[in-house]
């Protein structure tokens, strides 16, 4: 899960500068705050369905991290229901790397609030 929770935390950070970068009178912890109200709109690619736009990438990082086989990402899934994983799983490695993203990011972001304290 480790790989996870380093990737959602540098597309957080992207995100954070970028809207930074948009208006300099924001600060990291509006933009987290906002997003965890707000909802993480393109940030993992919920809207389109990919971060990566490349089913072949999306598994290779599923694969390097050991997604699959990792506990804590399993219960993720099944704090929801017993079956979403293996509904995931079946809409393909771009579906699957998306919502392991989206679930890690209420736990990455409350993380980097608390950093910015």
């Known amino acids: 899960m480790e790989d996870y929770k380093e990737l959602c935390r540098e597309l957080l950070e992207s995100t954070i500068e970028e809207r930074i970068s ?11 705050q906002d ?6 709109e393109d940030i993992f690619g919920n809207m389109t369905g990919s971060r990566t736009c490349n089913t072949w990438e999306a598994q290779q990082f599923i694969d390097k991290s050991g997604a699959i086989w990792d506990d804590d ?3 993720l899934f099944l704090d929801i229901d017993v079956n979403y994983f293996t509904e995931t799983l079946k809409q393909g490695a771009e579906t699957l790397d998306v919502v392991i993203l989206e679930l890690l990011s209420t736990y990455i972001i409350n993380q980097m609030l608390e950093e910015a304290k």
């Open 22 to 32: 948009y208006d300099k009178k924001l600060t990291k912890k509006e933009v987290l």
């Open 35 to 40: 997003i965890l109200e707000n909802g993480t």
């Open 73 to 75: 990402i399993l219960e």
